[in-house]
């Protein structure tokens, strides 16, 4: 699963989060198939997107969230 940001101020602030919670993730260019303003994204295993979810809603984060593609 990726994570699709609008500025690279909340891939860090997600990417700091995910640190601290110790969730594996890693930061990547967004794919081409996808937009994004700040060209990276945030990838997370399928089986942690409910607790990221849940986490940036706590947080009051916006983010797109999606199956990434090949």
Not at 19 to 35: A, G, M, Q, Y
Not at 44 to 66: A, F, G, K, M
Request: aromatic content about 2%; some cysteine.
């Amino acid at each position: 699963m990726i994570l699709i940001f609008q500025n690279i101020r909340k891939v860090i602030k997600v990417d700091n989060l995910l640190l601290d919670k110790k969730i594996k993730h890693r930061i990547l260019p967004v794919p081409k198939e996808h937009s994004s303003e700040c060209g990276m994204c945030i990838e997370i295993e399928p089986v942690d997107c409910e607790l990221v979810r849940s986490l940036l809603i706590e947080q009051n984060i916006s983010v797109s969230i999606s199956e990434k593609l090949s």
